[in-house]
């Protein structure tokens, strides 16, 4: 496991809580600076970002900045 940056600290300079997540090591290399839209849809099957937004949307623990950051698209 890792804590990565949902939205690339490189790009986003955002080392908050509400920018973090765990996820596993092989995940996180292959995510490299992109956003999670960004990696869902290029890297990807084709309906990926669906599933993914719709794990997002009904996990009721997540809300405010931190499940903007899991959903931004116009990065």
Known sequence: MQV???LPWSRF???????KTLCLAS?????KGQTPYEWFTR????DAWAVYTQRVETNHS???????NYLLKNA
């Open 4 to 6: 990565d940056h949902i």
């Open 13 to 19: 300079g955002d080392d908050s809580f509400n920018n």
């Open 27 to 31: 995940a996180n290399q292959r995510k």
């Open 43 to 46: 890297d990807q099957s084709p």
């Open 62 to 68: 997540l809300r405010g900045f931190k499940k903007r």
